[in-house]
């Protein structure tokens, strides 16, 4: 069903979304989901860096003082 909507079915959408709402209230809301979506690219940055950071705390040189060699 979706896949016959078309653009002037789209047009059709978004003209009867205005006029129930209000330009005001559509712009708010889109200003709310850009603002949901830098939200969510900030939390999957922080996730990659923490899973960055923790692979790099196991990576760590883990040789006893005494068999490493002295340079």
Same mark, same amino acid.
């Given at each position: 069903?979706l896949?016959?909507? #078309?653009?002037? =079915?789209?047009?059709?959408? @978004?003209?009867?979304?205005?006029v129930?709402? !209000?330009?005001?209230?559509?712009?708010?809301?889109? #200003?709310?989901? =850009?603002?949901?979506i830098? @939200?969510?690219?900030?939390?999957?940055?922080? !996730?990659?860096?923490?899973?960055?950071?923790?692979?790099?705390?196991?990576a760590?040189?883990?040789?006893?003082?005494?068999?490493?060699?002295?340079?």
């Amino acid at each position: 069903m979706l896949n016959n909507i #078309g653009i002037p =079915g789209l047009l059709l959408i @978004a003209v009867v979304v205005l006029v129930l709402f !209000g330009r005001g209230k559509v712009s708010s809301l889109m #200003g709310e989901v =850009g603002k949901g979506i830098t @939200a969510f690219k900030k939390g999957v940055k922080d !996730g990659t860096e923490e899973i960055e950071q923790a692979s790099a705390d196991k990576a760590r040189d883990v040789t006893p003082e005494d068999k490493k060699d002295k340079v």
